[in-house]
T-cell receptor, first 115, second 116 residues
């Protein structure tokens, strides 16, 4: 089956610092990678996604490029803000038996941004 | 749009009792709902997938008689943890998907279950 490995946290950065959260995966077939974000007290929200090799997903200043040759989908942001403090989950789609899609998640990386 | 709620947000129960957790899609009809379990500092692990009006499909290793899932309407799915034990203490998260064939899942805020 699929598996997702992402860097452990917590990651603590100063405001306006550069962020990278690494995510690598093992998978069969043609999976699609995602980044989800969970703000304190809220549910997971889709942050960005990619559907094919070399696709770059972007949203709210965050970017990630789907690299099939390195099986990676690292999350980056050039200048983080305090409001970006949250837990970030890398996930990979797979195919459920009988159709549909299921997600395989990484362990999550907590980001703390300080003034 | 696409809001999913869970109730309760936290529950404490005694060992041997049963607990029901509700998952509701508030502004859309959910043809498919997913139930996940999350241990501290670990991944979300898919427990089961339920389609409205049919039996849930459980992931390997998940006891279907212990974790009863009902998806009786397009806006409500319930997870009942039967005869709960301390090892069932965990964070349970549901998600819902709208149109058949659509991919995106919308997640609830989770329910923290503590079994004493």
């Amino acid at each position: 089956g699929n598996s997702v490995t992402q860097m452990e946290g917590p990651v603590t950065l100063s405001e306006e610092a550069f962020l990278t959260i690494n995510c690598t995966y093992t998978a069969t077939g043609y999976p699609s990678p995602f980044w989800y974000v969970q703000y304190p007290g809220e549910g997971l929200q889709l942050l960005l996604k990619a559907t094919k090799a070399d696709d770059k997903g972007s949203n709210k200043g965050f970017e990630a490029t789907y690299r099939k040759e390195t099986t990676s989908f690292h999350l980056e942001k050039g200048s983080v803000q305090v409001s970006d403090s949250a837990v970030y989950f890398c996930a990979l789609s797979g195919i459920l038996t009988g159709g549909g899609n299921k997600l395989t998640f990484g362990t999550g990386t907590q980001l703390k941004v300080e003034l | 749009g696409a809001v999913v709620s869970q109730h309760p947000s936290r529950v404490i129960c005694k060992s041997g009792t049963s607990v029901k957790i509700e998952c509701r899609s508030l502004d859309f009809q959910a043809t498919t709902m997913f139930w996940y379990r999350q241990f501290p500092k670990q991944s979300l692990m898919l427990m089961a997938t339920s389609n409205e009006g049919s039996k849930a499909t459980y992931e390997q290793g998940v006891e279907k008689d212990k974790f009863l899932i009902n998806h009786a309407s397009l806006t409500l799915s319930t997870l009942t943890v039967t005869s709960a034990h301390p090892e069932d203490s965990s964070f349970y998260i549901c998600s819902a998907r709208g149109l058949a064939g659509a991919f995106e899942q919308y997640f609830g805020p989770g329910t923290r279950l503590t079994v004493t």
